[in-house]
């Protein structure tokens, strides 16, 4: 064995203060969305008493309903449209050798390390003139610009595994380039576009800065903002924020778990939110 | 090829338009004058960057920015390498441990502000209360000091989660035999963390601090939705001051001088680093 005993004991305790720091605020948040608006105050650290009270108001008084509504359209979309746009052009990249694939690699690359503050303004300006600011559509235009370059990068990595003898064969075969990209690449390219797909899903579902400039009717907002902006409104306590903090992070939270051993190898390629 | 690459066009030209139009134009709006979003751009030369440069609010922010960055990723580190150390070890649970772990990172950035931000209420705040109770009364986003430090955590404990998971994938590739090795040769756990397992991570720990602090800097949300850049601007930074400037004093010109600015600073940063580093990460 390689450490001691007292070692391991000091190793328990810091173990320790890992949980405590990193689950204790989801323990309270569950105990405050779960205590309603008229016991939220209690400081007692054991959970209880159980009420779905701060759910109810949540749903039935505040306009979380058209949020929650909102994000499933935006993540969604903005999903759908990352993989279908993405994926042809990664197919396209991977193939280019020598200077320019390269160089459109690291453009690609370039356009991701852009703080996203500085790709706000042009973006804002650009989708008031086309008139689709303060739009869902709008948001998903200016999304993409955060997740085709996380994606196409990702993307290409990920064609540039897979085996050129398998398309070799279909060539001989008489298949071509489109025969070729539908029927061998996209099946091999699933695991690639799964990832691709939870990073655009979890960019929309979190996104806070796109939405707080583009839209700015109360009926368009998207999760984030709208909880951001529950506090001392339609009487709500933070027992109905926190069960809006509930709902919004349990998609994040189930998507992760389902899809662990795959989001935390994509993690060291290129992380999601800053 | 020809016809698979007409397949890629129309996302080849939203892509174009998506990544390098913006790009593009954020660093060249800085030069204009906009009076609204929809009038024509007059060309202004540098006077933009001129008024910024000049203007104490931009130093504040700059400097703030630098605080909030450096403080933020050093705890990160130090937290999410010494988490990652415990992970690695086999113990009851540490399966389910390293999966909880990463929770803080994948929920929106606006639960865990929101969830901080009532544990610190000072009506009720669950922290808050223990806090009292042994008699210390913290003002979290009252004066600027606290203010600091209270965005500084509550970032330390959305982002550890980061360091933690890509530092427990990299001490995988540490080999065991050569902490075996030096245990037997009769070093204590420091000793083999400081000169067996930490020369062996160091490429990637430069990799994650320039990642964590290039993110930091730029990072928009947190102390947004925490603070709002107050109390008294002592919390706000180049993001939120250029989007103060674009979207609230509608200067967006000017809001995107400091964004292009704020993006020359960390260009050079960046290269300055790169270059410092480079006996680590060459070898």
Redesign the interface.
């Known amino acids: 064995m390689r450490k001691s005993r007292a070692m391991s004991a000091l190793q328990y305790g810091w173990a320790a203060v890992l949980v405590v720091f990193t689950l204790f605020p989801f323990y309270w948040m569950l105990v405050s969305a779960l205590r309603g608006s008229d016991n939220v105050l209690t400081s007692r650290l054991t959970p209880g008493p159980f009420t779905l009270e701060g759910f109810v108001n949540l749903m039935d008084v505040t306009p979380f309903p058209t949020y929650l509504t909102n994000s499933m359209i935006v993540s969604l979309s903005l999903t759908a449209l990352t993989i279908v746009i993405v994926t042809p052009i990664a197919y396209a990249l991977s193939k280019m050798r020598g200077r320019l694939g390269r160089a459109l690699g690291f453009s690609v690359l370039l356009g991701y390390m852009v703080p996203e503050v500085l790709l706000m303004i042009p973006i804002f300006v650009i989708l008031v003139r086309v008139n689709l600011d303060n739009s869902l559509a709008g948001l998903v235009v200016g999304l993409l610009s955060v997740t085709m370059p996380l994606g196409l990068w990702l993307m290409t990595g990920f064609m540039k595994t897979i085996p050129p003898a398998l398309e070799e064969a279909a060539r001989i075969d008489g298949a071509s380039w489109t025969e070729i990209f539908w029927y061998v690449i996209l099946p091999l390219a699933r695991p690639g576009i799964l990832t691709v797909g939870i990073f655009s899903f979890i960019i929309g579902w979190t996104d806070y800065l796109f939405a707080l400039t583009m839209i700015r009717s109360e009926e368009l907002k998207t999760l984030p903002v709208g909880l951001s902006t529950l506090y001392g409104k339609f009487d709500s306590s933070w027992s109905e924020i926190m069960a809006g903090a509930v709902v919004v992070s349990i998609p994040a939270i189930i998507l992760v778990a389902a899809t662990a051993r795959h989001f935390v190898g994509g993690l060291s390629q290129g992380a999601t939110k800053g | 090829?020809g016809?698979?690459?007409l397949?890629?066009l129309?996302?080849?030209v939203?892509?174009l338009v998506?990544?390098?139009?913006?790009?593009a134009?954020?660093m060249g709006?800085g030069f204009f004058q906009?009076d609204t979003?929809?009038s024509t751009p007059r060309f202004t030369g540098l006077e933009n960057f001129e008024r910024v440069l000049v203007d104490d609010a931009f130093w504040n922010a700059f400097v703030n920015g630098l605080v909030y960055s450096a403080l933020a990723v050093i705890l990160q580190i130090v937290?999410g390498v010494?988490?990652a150390?415990?992970?690695r070890?086999t113990?009851k649970g540490v399966g389910i441990?390293r999966?909880?772990?990463?929770?803080?990172?994948?929920?929106?950035?606006?639960?865990?502000?929101?969830?901080?931000r009532?544990?610190l209420?000072p009506?009720?705040g669950?922290i808050d209360?223990i806090f009292q109770s042994v008699g210390l009364q913290i003002p979290w986003l009252a004066t600027p000091t606290w203010a600091m430090i209270t965005v500084v955590l509550i970032s330390v404990?959305l982002?550890?989660?980061?360091v933690t998971?890509?530092v427990l994938?990299a001490l995988q590739t540490v080999s065991?035999e050569l902490?075996?090795a030096a245990?037997i040769d009769g070093t204590n756990?420091l000793q083999r963390f400081r000169y067996v397992v930490l020369p062996q991570i160091v490429p990637i720990l430069l990799t994650i601090v320039l990642?964590r602090g290039?993110?930091?800097f730029?990072?928009?949300?947190v102390i947004?939705?925490t603070t709002g850049g107050g109390p008294l601007e002592s919390t706000e930074h180049l993001?939120i001051l250029?989007?103060d400037k674009?979207?609230r004093q509608f200067q967006?010109g000017e809001?995107?001088a400091i964004?292009?600015l704020?993006?020359v600073f960390?260009v050079v940063a960046v290269v300055v680093y790169l270059r410092a580093t480079r006996r680590w990460t060459d070898a």
């Open positions: 090829m016809k698979f690459l397949l890629c129309p996302g080849a939203i892509a998506l990544i390098y139009v913006p790009v134009t954020a709006l906009l979003v929809i937290l010494s988490f150390l415990v992970l070890e113990f441990l999966g909880a772990v990463i929770f803080p990172y994948v929920v929106p950035t606006v639960v865990g502000v929101l969830v901080w009532w544990m209420d009506n009720g669950v209360e404990w982002w550890t989660p980061f998971i890509t994938a065991p902490e075996e245990h756990a990642l290039i993110w930091m730029n990072k928009f949300d947004y939705l993001p250029s989007y674009a979207f967006i809001g995107a964004a292009g704020n993006f960390l």
